[in-house]
């Protein structure tokens, strides 16, 4: 506020106060937006749960603006008050993201303003998030742990890929394979190892001493085959 002339912060401070004594007489003569008159005082329906909505939707869409009126209202008298506390605490004038002084012809426009014009935030930008976005980012939320480096469990993609086994709505043309020729490719890497490194451990059986060696036949094996893989032992034979 140091940049600000004697004159020049008392005008500021006079066209704060004209400003907050004309909100708040602008509250009182207009009964808060119509917001003190009562539901029933304006329909003579005590309730209105035993009504389609369109019905009263006239009503509906004025008390919807008198509230979005008196709360932009109620916004401009806590920034004006925010602006005069800042005055009395000698750093009203000073942006609050640079701490540069701002240019008294900016304050004059608008006094309760806390940004320079260089950093004045975007008012179509919001940095409020869905809360929804806490559980589903990154995918399926808190029990991912494909992020992390050392950890390599059973988390809640492999739950979901067990449950997925048994259906879903997904066609091949919504699958983020490429590449997808059946609907049994069409889950969630559907291709991944699950309880086995190299591809041939799930078709490659021994018995109890690991002494008789058998195949079993099913699509990683077929898969296998199909790609050239592995040695010619492992061929179908008749």
Request: aromatic share 8%; proline share 4%; glycine share 6%.
């Amino acid at each position: 506020m140091n940049h600000l002339t004697k004159e020049q912060a008392r005008e500021l401070n006079l066209q704060l106060l004209e400003e907050k004594i004309s909100l708040e007489r602008r509250f009182d003569h207009n009964e808060n937006h119509g917001l003190s008159i009562s539901f029933y005082q304006n329909t003579g329906e005590l309730s209105m749960y035993d009504n389609h909505p369109g019905d009263i939707g006239s009503e509906l869409f004025e008390r919807s603006k008198d509230l979005a009126l008196n709360e932009q209202m109620e916004f401009q008298l806590e920034q004006v008050d925010e602006a005069l506390v800042r005055m009395q605490q000698e750093n009203y004038g000073t942006c609050v993201f640079c701490h540069e002084s701002i240019p008294y012809e900016r304050l004059q426009a608008v006094p309760t303003t806390l940004y320079c014009i260089k950093h004045v935030p975007d008012p179509a930008e919001s940095e409020r998030r869905p809360v929804e976005e806490e559980v589903l980012s990154p995918p399926f939320g808190r029990t991912s742990l494909d992020e992390l480096d050392d950890q390599n469990q059973f988390d809640g993609e492999d739950a979901w890929q067990i449950v997925e086994n048994w259906g879903n709505s997904d066609s091949p043309a919504m699958s983020e394979n490429r590449q997808v020729e059946d609907y049994e490719d069409v889950s969630i890497e559907s291709d991944e190892l699950d309880g086995y490194v190299e591809s041939y451990e799930s078709f490659v059986a021994t018995d109890l001493y690991g002494q008789t060696v058998s195949i079993v036949r099913n699509k990683a094996y077929r898969n296998y085959l199909h790609n050239g893989e592995g040695e010619p032992l492992l061929e179908e034979t008749d």
